[in-house]
């Protein structure tokens, strides 16, 4: 980091509850993966905390020691199902807001980061399956957006080839000229994105082909 000039690693990945493609549990390589990168903030999807499929959340705050936040979207044996944001920084707010849903909950965590003198709003999202219900999802999270006051990142598993928003963002893979690399192996699509704000200056963006769940850990590099 220089001097007023802050530059972070940022992760969004669907971890598959730590199951391959073949659920077999890749947990333990799937962390060692996240420690060699060395991630700042780590946006993930599908994860666990409860007895059924695992605690994955209290599993990678034991061996990473950084800032967390859990939202749990769907009950599931003595805990929940949902999305979870790490982050080698002290958040200063931690939001869950379930979204519109017509089967399975979806929902969005939001937290928010002091970056120097700056501010940072993290937005870790799971959408649905279904179009109809996703728009409604679209359109709540454009919303959301507009009540923010300091810059966004906009991340997650969008369940869609074609996100739709009508708010000035910055598609990183699209900046790099990677929007038809696949982030969901079984289909051969990208689904999982990271959007931010205009203000923020990318420098890199990345999907890495390793196999430890059925989608590809997507990264992005910034400076703020």
Do not use: W
């Not at 390589?29 to 499929?53: S, T």
């Not at 739709?164 to 990677?178: E, G, R, S, Y």
């Not at 079984?186 to 990318?202: A, G, M, Q």
């Not at 963006?205 to 703020?224: C, G, M, Q, R, T």
């Amino acid at each position: 980091m220089e001097k007023d000039r802050y530059i972070f690693k940022i992760l969004t990945y669907n971890i598959h509850s730590g199951k391959d493609l073949f659920m077999i549990p890749k947990l333990s390589q799937l962390m060692y993966f996240l420690k060699n990168e060395k991630f700042h903030i780590m946006a993930l999807q599908e994860i666990n905390e409860n007895n059924k499929r695992g605690y994955q959340v209290s599993t990678i705050y034991k061996n990473f020691l950084c800032d967390h936040a859990f939202a749990p979207n769907v009950k599931i044996g003595d805990g929940y199902y949902g999305v979870a944001t790490f982050s080698f920084l002290e958040f200063l707010k931690k939001k869950h807001i379930p979204l519109p849903s017509k089967k399975e909950q979806r929902g969005m965590l939001h937290t928010l980061l002091k970056i120097g003198n700056k501010k940072l709003n993290i937005l870790n999202v799971h959408l649905g399956l279904n179009e109809k219900e996703r728009e409604k999802q679209f359109s709540y999270i454009e919303k959301y957006i507009k009540t923010l006051d300091e810059p966004f990142i906009l991340l997650g598993d969008f369940n869609t080839s074609n996100p739709k928003f009508n708010v000035p963002m910055i598609d990183a893979a699209t900046k790099f000229h990677k929007e038809y690399q696949s982030t969901l192996m079984p289909l051969n699509k990208r689904i999982d994105y990271i959007f931010l704000s205009p203000s923020i200056e990318l420098i890199d963006y990345n999907v890495v082909p390793v196999k430890f769940s059925d989608h590809y850990p997507v990264y992005a590099e910034i400076l703020i």
